[in-house]
């Protein structure tokens, strides 16, 4: 045992597409960042943290469960070197009586048997009592020097146990100190992946914007976009079973014109994409929580605001129907804010909103 020792962590979005219009010209804020790294980039650098933290995290596991074995070994040794002490006190004690025994039993013999052939005969018994003592003295310091010598292996034991231990210690906290310092890259380099992507997604949609824009100069001129009416839209879908509680052009709390028209739905309820397209942003904008964003046909764009979580990424093709995000369900009445623009400018969708919610109602 001794040998084995030694080795051993929604609010409305009236404002959003016009904020998306400003996009080219506060980008320089957007990427005030420390890094301007591009997110496929991030993205390695982050896989290769997580695999460095799990590394160090691995290495820390192992050092407590041998700091474990260690503190049983040293408990063990603790014990055995009582056990010995109490057996080398036990010897000692052994030698003494003997000794006293001896002196006292030849004292006896000799003044029993005094004079002539009885003196003789004490002497001799005196010779053989004295020559078992010498025998049994010589025995029971054998057995004292082999005490001696476990209690000083043991006692080495316990001092590399000790030194062991000690050296686990300094290397996890090294390590801890390693984890934290992983840990914080972690969630530094998971920030500049999520600026970036937000950088991505405003610089795309800066191009789809001027896009836009050159195609509609190039085009005839047309009647304001106020008076471009819902009805242009092919029939699409309610976004989710819900009732109006603000129409377009409502004044809201601060004073502004609603541009949109706000839902409010069931806990939990699911929203659904009114019609096919594609998936243009998806992810948190700024101050308005989680946005959806799909380009219809016709140049129509829909924004949906108020999901408690968004179901769809960036590019993806989306049909009608298909599930695009959820509600909250830990609000009583949540909102869902919907917005359609033409060739960038708002619409009304109210007249196929209202026909939507009167046919859900029908069919619920």
Not at 58 to 65: L, P
Not at 111 to 127: L, P, V
Not at 245 to 271: F, S
Request: one cysteine or more; glycine letters at 6%; hydrophobic letters at 45%.
């Amino acid at each position: 045992m001794v040998m084995g020792i030694l080795r051993g962590r929604a609010g409305t979005a009236a404002l959003l597409c016009a904020a998306l219009a400003l996009a080219s010209q506060d980008a320089a804020i957007a990427q005030n960042r420390a890094t301007d790294a591009s997110p496929r980039t991030l993205r390695r650098e982050i896989a290769a943290a997580d695999r460095d933290l799990r590394a160090l995290q691995t290495r820390a596991e192992a050092i407590t469960a041998e700091a474990h074995v260690l503190r049983a070994e040293a408990t063990a040794l603790h014990d055995r070197l009582a056990a010995l002490e109490g057996q080398q006190d036990a010897a000692t004690a052994a030698r003494i009586t003997d000794r006293d025994a001896v002196e006292a039993l030849v004292i006896a013999q000799i003044f029993a048997q005094r004079g002539g052939r009885d003196a003789r005969r004490a002497g001799a018994t005196a010779q053989l009592i004295s020559a078992d003592a010498v025998s049994r003295a010589a025995q029971r310091r054998r057995e004292a020097d082999a005490l001696a010598q476990e209690r000083a292996a043991l006692a080495a034991a316990q001092d590399a146990l000790v030194a062991r231990n000690t050296a686990l210690q300094a290397q996890l906290a090294s390590l801890q100190t390693d984890i934290s310092a992983q840990q914080a890259q972690r969630t530094q380099l998971a920030a500049d992946l999520r600026a970036a992507e937000r950088r991505v997604a405003d610089a795309a949609a800066a191009r789809r914007r001027a896009r836009t824009q050159q195609a509609s100069a190039q085009r005839p001129q047309r009647a304001p976009a106020a008076a471009i009416a819902a009805s242009s839209l092919r029939p699409i879908l309610s976004p989710a079973r819900a009732d109006v509680v603000r129409q377009y052009g409502e004044t809201a709390a601060a004073g502004l014109r609603a541009q949109g028209v706000t839902l409010r739905t069931a806990p939990g309820a699911a929203v659904v994409a009114p019609a096919d397209g594609e998936v243009a942003y998806s992810g948190p904008f700024r101050g308005y929580g989680d946005v959806l964003i799909l380009n219809l046909s016709g140049g129509h764009a829909l924004v949906l605001t108020g999901m408690d979580s968004v179901r769809a990424q960036t590019g993806a093709r989306i049909s009608a129907g298909q599930t695009v995000g959820v509600m909250s369900s830990t609000v009583t009445s949540p909102e869902l804010y919907v917005e359609v623009r033409r060739d960038g400018q708002p619409v009304d969708p109210g007249r196929w909103l209202a026909a939507t919610q009167t046919a859900n109602r029908r069919t619920g």
